[in-house]
């Protein structure tokens, strides 16, 4: 009896499961890439579809992403509108990224929050950017190099150059609502930009757009985002750092990143805040672009000394980017709220004007592992 019950018990599960949201395949399209801007009042949503009709032996220059874009009073109104164009019904769910427009940012992103955050088909685990000094219409509208869909050419980017050059976190939307709903941190996020090469048109990532609560205040450089970079919580492994050659300006040496750690911890002195960043990195000698042979147990400490200085630049230009615009990016309120309870409950209503007189304290502790295939720079011959 008792096994009889269990599998009716079953069957109900597995019947209530069937919600109405499933569709056949036949009658859907794919979306790949997804953005929304604020124009003269209205959300504009686009969207990148797959080419459904592309032959198997088709190369990417055969396959044609269609492109169209809706607008309405909200996102829900403007997203539903695409079905004035489109055929066959959106599966949000297969979405890789979201591109939020530049005035969208710096008027009031939480036009879309409520429904990024409710809606069951945008997987939370989409990357986001936002479109700098354009919209995500016309990112979304440009033309992709080496692959088909300029959705998967973004993807591909800021994947790409975390390992190689490591200058952007990616940011996915679960991070982004988390920042927005939680007090004491800031939302920060790459940015893509339109930029001309002859003729064509390339979208290419650009500085870091940064948030006071629900509007973007300013952006970080390419060189102030490789500093908040290493201010993140978790370990990065991979990037690269180019100082200037210890005895001759005119060259300069490049390192690869193996490794690096953060730490930070708040010092209260006299009621006065100190964030004390301890940063722990080593890396490769990657090559240098000219000078004498810096590849000796002597110059090893002067390069060491170099990139420690580089890297404390990068992040002393972050922080005092990020104090200027008065946005805690870093979650210092956040941690100040897990190890100082006490001095949070009394300093946060007054949060905006503490953080930007925060004083900091950077020490680095880089070191040189190895230098790959030879031991020597190389010499030309006299």
């Not at 790459?190 to 002859?198: D, F, L, S, T, Y």
């Not at 757009?209 to 490789?226: A, D, N």
């Not at 990195?281 to 090559?287: I, K, R, S, V």
Request: glycine share 6%; net charge negative.
């Amino acid at each position: 009896m008792r096994k009889l019950l269990l599998k009716i018990m079953l069957c109900f599960c597995c019947l209530t499961l069937l919600g109405c949201q499933n569709q056949e395949v036949e009658d859907t399209m794919i979306p790949l890439g997804v953005g929304f801007d604020l124009k003269d009042g209205s959300i504009i949503a686009t969207v990148e579809l797959a080419d459904p009709v592309a032959p198997e032996n088709s190369t990417s220059r055969d396959i044609k992403p269609t492109i169209t874009s809706a607008s309405g009073t909200t996102i829900g109104e403007a997203s539903r509108n695409l079905s004035l164009y489109l055929p066959k019904i959106p599966l949000w769910s297969h979405s890789n990224i979201l591109i939020l427009g530049e005035e969208l940012c710096q008027t009031d992103m939480s036009l879309v929050v409520d429904y990024l955050s409710r809606n069951p088909s945008i997987r939370h685990n989409v990357l986001v950017l936002v479109a700098s000094e354009t919209s995500a219409q016309k990112i979304l509208n440009v033309k992709p190099f080496f692959e088909p869909y300029i959705s998967m050419l973004l993807i591909g980017s800021i994947e790409n150059q975390e390992k190689q050059i490591g200058i952007y976190e990616k940011v996915t939307l679960s991070t982004l609502l988390q920042k927005l709903n939680a007090p004491g941190v800031e939302p920060v996020l790459p940015q893509v930009k339109i930029i001309k090469q002859g003729e064509q048109e390339k979208a290419q990532l650009s500085g870091m757009s940064v948030f006071k609560r629900e509007k973007s205040v300013g952006e970080l450089t390419p060189y102030e985002s490789q500093g908040f970079r290493f201010l993140g919580k978790k370990e990065i492994s991979s990037g690269l750092i180019v100082i200037s050659n210890p005895y001759d300006p005119r060259y300069y040496v490049t390192l690869e990143l193996l490794n690096s750690h953060c730490n930070i911890k708040p010092v209260i002195t006299d009621n006065n805040i100190t964030m004390q960043i301890n940063i722990v990195a080593e890396g490769n000698f990657y090559e240098q672009s000219g000078g004498e042979n810096l590849l000796t147990l002597e110059n090893y400490a002067l390069i060491e000394n170099q990139t420690n200085s580089e890297i404390a630049n990068m992040i002393s230009s972050c922080i005092d980017k990020a104090q200027l615009l008065n946005s805690d990016i870093f979650g210092w309120g956040q941690l100040l709220s897990e190890q100082e309870s006490a001095l949070w409950a009394q300093i946060s209503p007054n949060w905006d004007a503490v953080f930007p007189v925060i004083k900091n304290q950077i020490q680095v502790t880089f070191k040189v592992r190895r230098s790959y295939l030879t031991r020597n720079s190389f010499v030309f011959r006299d």
